[in-house]
């Protein structure tokens, strides 16, 4: 935290998250922290922000568990307003937000359309494969539809 510096995050595809061998998928964000506090139990909990794409191409892992990867980095996603079909996302994502202080996912009203995906996908529970499917996408209007067809889905399992 102290020199902002950041590091990858990649979803597990088979294993165990902590104590254990894992595969990882080949997609991921950089983050840094931008919180943290120790919890009663000793345990260290930070809150970190994601940033840009990358793909990772090797990894192995450190005699500590510590994953090293060679990633290359992904482009940016063209900045696109939210068109109006997908303003009951902004409220839903504004809604979350208003509700859960601590997840803080837009910090505001996201500024376009992968934002808005992007906040939306991080706190909705959807499966890891499902969100490593939408960061993939390289279309921030097909990004929001698909994300739109999950949060369907998962109002009709919830009834």
């Known amino acids: 935290m102290r020199d ?49 794409r ?13 994953l090293i990867g060679n990633v290359v980095n992904l482009p940016d996603l063209r900045s696109e307003n939210v068109p109006q079909e997908y303003s009951e996302l902004v409220d839903l994502l504004a809604e979350i ?27 909705l529970p959807i499966a890891i494969s499902t969100k490593i499917e939408l960061l993939a996408l390289n279309d921030p209007l097909i990004l929001l539809r698909r994300l739109s067809v999950e949060l369907d889905q998962l109002r009709r399992s919830s009834q």
């Open 4 to 52: 902002a510096s950041t590091f990858g995050i990649v979803g597990i595809s088979q294993g165990v998250e902590a104590g254990g061998p894992a595969e990882t998928h080949n997609l991921g964000t950089h983050a840094r922290i931008v919180d943290f506090d120790q919890g009663a139990d000793g345990l260290l909990n930070i809150v970190v922000q994601g940033g840009s």
């Open 54 to 66: 990358f793909e990772l191409h090797s990894s192995h892992s450190q005699e500590n568990g510590l």
């Open 97 to 123: 937000d208003a509700k859960s202080p601590l997840l803080k996912p837009a910090n505001g009203e996201p500024a376009n359309s992968s934002d808005l995906a992007y906040g939306l996908a991080q706190i």
